[in-house]
């Protein structure tokens, strides 16, 4: 089954710790994205990936960090985690040419807490 | 810089009455334009996009959308809602030309009554 998986779920932790979403997709795409939902605000692009090892920043990257070492995988980092990045997290992909030609796949989300 | 309003936070209709769910955008140059929907705690679904051609696009679940350059507009319709629309969209815009940020409204959360 073609899916986005994104893990944990949910996540309460406190303030500096460092945390990791991971997001991983098995339709072989070339584009994925992370977003953050926030009631009133919509979603918000925080970084994004044309391919492996080229990422680049969407409209609220500042306080978090991407890899992309494998096409499947796109995690998401927090280095130092503060209450203001309390949200619901999303990843999503789609096959080259990205958003603009072609549909994009979301994972089920990640809803962070943090104290 | 892009970006997109959604005037309506909320809109409650009745069952099998009419809707529509406004969305205007803001760009120098050309985009693409489309209409997500989030069913509750789930991730986004595309409901349709415009890439170019017809200003016409009809989606899955009977919603249309009609794109006008000039007033910059990407309404989305539905002749009839069921209980099962009820849910939250979200209009989205891209410049067109393959520039990959994209840019997402704050959501429209349309409530059908039964």
């Known amino acids: 089954e073609a899916q986005v998986t994104q893990n944990p779920r949910y996540l309460i932790t406190v303030t500096g710790k460092k945390l990791t979403v991971t997001c991983s997709q098995n339709?072989?795409?070339?584009?994925m994205s992370w977003y953050r939902q926030d009631p009133g605000l919509g979603l918000r692009q925080i970084y994004y990936?044309?391919?492996?090892?080229?990422?680049d920043k969407g409209d609220v990257p500042e306080g978090y960090k991407v890899s992309r070492k494998e096409k499947r995988n796109f995690p998401l980092i927090l280095e130092s985690p503060s209450p203001n990045q309390t949200s619901l997290y999303f990843c999503?992909?789609?096959?080259?040419?990205?958003?603009?030609?072609?549909?994009?796949?979301f994972g089920d989300g990640t809803r962070l807490s943090i104290l | 810089a892009q970006s997109v309003t959604q005037l309506d936070s909320q809109v409650p209709v009745f069952e099998e009455a009419p809707v529509e769910l406004r969305c205007n955008y803001s760009?120098?140059?050309?985009?693409?334009l489309f209409w997500y929907v989030q069913y509750p705690n789930q991730g986004l679904q595309l409901l349709l996009k415009?890439?170019?051609?017809?200003?016409l696009v009809k989606g899955i679940n009977g919603f249309e959308a009609e794109f006008n350059k000039s007033q910059t507009s990407f309404h989305l319709r539905k002749p009839s809602v069921h209980i099962s629309d009820t849910a939250e969209y979200f209009c989205?815009?891209?410049?067109?030309?393959?520039?990959?940020?994209?840019?997402f409204g704050t959501g429209t959360k349309l409530q059908v009554i039964p």
């Open positions: 990936s044309m391919n492996v090892e080229v990422t």
């Open positions: 415009y890439l170019s051609g017809s200003t």
């Open positions: 339709m072989n795409h070339e584009y």
């Open positions: 760009s120098s140059v050309s985009v693409y």
């Open positions: 989205a815009v891209i410049r067109s030309g393959g520039y990959q940020k994209v840019t």
């Open positions: 999503a992909s789609s096959l080259g040419g990205g958003f603009g030609n072609q549909p994009q796949h």
